[in-house]
């Protein structure tokens, strides 16, 4: 299971607003409040919903150690090499977002 401070920091690691993460997981903002204080009693679903969409955004839960190696942890997902984005001398207006 993951942690409410894997949560907040999964979020924060990706830049995303609890609203946002509460639209894309399809939870209202309170449900997610509540997970990221640690309260997971609720609706059973809640936790997965939350796990997935920040999965799908790249995040990697990693599980706790044994005492030497830490605790539970967050990452980012390795990028690929399709995730380099426009290289600079493909920029032109038609690419300007």
């Known amino acids: 299971m993951i942690t409410a401070t894997q949560i907040r920091g999964a979020r ?3 830049g995303m607003s609890i609203e946002e993460l509460a ?3 399809g939870l209202p903002v309170e449900t997610v409040t509540a997970l ?3 309260e997971f009693a609720g609706e059973p679903h809640a936790l997965f919903d939350v796990r997935s969409t920040l999965e799908a955004h790249g995040i990697i839960f990693l599980s706790s ?3 030497d190696e830490g605790g539970p942890g ?3 997902r390795a990028r690929t090499v399709s995730d380099d984005g ?3 001398e493909n920029l032109n207006a038609a ?3």
Do not use: F, H, K, V
């Open 86 to 88: 426009i290289r600079p």
């Open 74 to 76: 967050i990452r980012l």
């Open 95 to 97: 690419n300007d977002d």
């Open 36 to 38: 990221e204080n640690g």
């Open 12 to 14: 924060a690691m990706i």
């Open 23 to 25: 639209a894309a997981s």
């Open 65 to 67: 150690g044994n005492q």
